[in-house]
């Protein structure tokens, strides 16, 4: 039986009332899929995989080039991050008396403390002060304690700024070991959660029919899990990285990795696996997340954009089927965009 047979005959009846689906919906026995005991249980994984969406010719003219968004932003807290976090989380073994401590761009943060929350679990979590307000507000709305420091959104040293804080508060002998921290930066659960989920709800969405995979470069962890697992099931699919064109940049949770030191280097990255790397402008990434917007109605944020000016405009193969990441949603970041669009009037 085709989808489109099983939805029509899943629709209500034409005039149907309010009472007859109520007691459609909810009749004993009817098999209900969808009550869950615990908001964490709406983490995605390759039973209950994040949608994608075929941009139209109105954004991607090109008749031989197909390209999907999968729309991470779907996700219960709101980012690809909720599988890195439930994933970390899941791999912690917490004391009654401990704490969590994370340092993050916000979404990690944002996935960790409802999270945290819904297991009874203190947290504090270390931003940028560059954070998106919005972030900001997430967290203190979770009531998670927010520690703000003074730190770039791409920063060199991985001891300084939010995390060198972080490091301080677990190692600090004057906290007497109640912080623990995840460490999304070093974590490998954060690689094995791309590469048991992410990775192989691609693979079945697309039916193992994918030329290019496409993701922005933070921890790198989305990258190195999915990129992993794509090559394992087909050597020719390309990954193709994507970060920001210079270190001071305003793409909240994306790194510059090109000319970093080897001491700088995300740890948990695995560069053996990028087939290209682009580099994308704010002002590039911006444009390209409104006019997806404008042209599709797809909500995403700055760093979807710069994917998708990656996948439509950069020097990199435009043909076959490519998949690209949209990491979060637009919520996140509407004071980036109302002061973005304020500068081009």
């Not at 689906?21 to 964490?40: A, K």
């Not at 087909?234 to 909240?252: F, M, T, Y």
């Not at 994308?280 to 997806?292: G, K, P, Q, R, Y």
Request: glycine share 10%.
């Amino acid at each position: 039986m085709s989808t489109q047979t099983q939805q029509q005959q899943s629709r209500p009846a034409a005039g149907a009332t309010v009472t007859e689906l109520h007691l459609d919906r909810h009749t004993p026995g009817s098999g209900n899929r969808h009550v869950y005991d615990s908001i964490v249980d709406l983490a995605p994984n390759p039973d209950n995989p994040t949608p994608m969406v075929r941009l139209s010719s109105r954004m991607n003219p090109n008749p031989d080039y197909e390209v999907l968004l999968k729309l991470e932003g779907m996700n219960p807290f709101g980012s690809i991050k909720d599988r890195t976090a439930l994933f970390m989380l899941n791999g912690l073994q917490l004391d009654p008396e401990q704490a969590l401590v994370e340092p993050s761009a916000g979404n990690t943060g944002i996935a960790l403390a409802a999270m945290a929350n819904a297991r009874g679990v203190p947290i504090a979590i270390a931003v940028p002060d560059g954070t998106p307000e919005e972030k900001k507000a997430l967290l203190r709305f979770l009531g998670a304690e927010l520690i703000e420091v003074d730190d770039e959104l791409c920063p060199l040293f991985p001891t300084e700024g939010a995390r060198g804080v972080v490091k301080s508060m677990v190692e600090s002998e004057a906290y007497g070991g109640r912080y623990v921290s995840p460490n999304q930066y070093e974590n490998e659960l954060n690689v094995e959660a791309h590469y048991r989920t992410t990775g192989p709800e691609i693979w079945q969405q697309t039916g193992g029919r994918i030329d290019c995979f496409y993701a922005s470069i933070g921890t790198g962890g989305t990258i190195s899990g999915v990129g992993r697992f794509l090559k394992e099931q087909n050597p020719d699919i390309r990954i193709i990285g994507v970060e920001p064109a210079s270190r001071q940049h305003s793409l909240s949770g994306i790194k510059r990795i090109t000319g970093l030191p080897d001491e700088h280097y995300p740890k948990i990255l695995d560069p053996n696996l990028l087939d290209d790397l682009v580099s994308v402008t704010d002002e590039e990434a911006f444009n390209a997340a409104i006019e997806v917007a404008r042209r599709d109605g797809i909500m995403v944020g700055p760093t979807t954009g710069a994917v998708l000016h990656a996948a439509l405009h950069g020097d990199t193969p435009r043909s076959g089927r490519a998949v690209l990441i949209s990491a979060d949603n637009a919520a996140k970041y509407v004071g980036a965009y109302a002061s973005f669009l304020a500068r081009q009037d």
